[in-house]
């Protein structure tokens, strides 16, 4: 009985009929002094395509503010930001994902944007655009891009 029992969950789990882990939405990341331990989707960030991310101008585009001795194939990097190079010693997996995730709730006066976040934002209306502000807005990444982007971080290393 047992072996049938753990033959079932097994079955399960490969066709995707055991539960996954749900991924936490924007509004109820949990921040201790800056840092969120829990990952948003319970699934482990995948560092290449974290680095994809980092120097894609589309999405991340971490080097815009960042330089980044990883990404010499990657041009333009900005100064405004520390270098990510040796990020994976300076701060924990935890600290790495709060930064990204919302860098103000550990450095109030960042300038970095707040990559998973949906609400709290000032915005122009009609007198600034033509058009009425829309609160319908995504963050600026997914969850597990958000994840992609703290593994890659967390494998930059000082040499």
Known sequence: MERKFLVILA???STGV???AETTEPGNVEFVDGAVEASLTGVPGDAANGRKIVGDKGLGNCVACHQNGDMT???WH???GPMLDGAGE???EAELRGIVANAKMMFPDSMMPSFYKVDGFIRPGKA???KAADDSFG???EAQQVEDVVAYLTTLKDD
Request: proline letters at 10%.
């Open 11 to 13: 079955l399960a789990a």
């Open 18 to 20: 055991a539960s996954a």
């Open 73 to 75: 194939d990657i041009p």
């Open 78 to 80: 900005g100064e405004i």
């Open 90 to 92: 300076r701060w924990s």
């Open 128 to 130: 600034f655009t033509g």
């Open 139 to 141: 963050p600026l990444l």
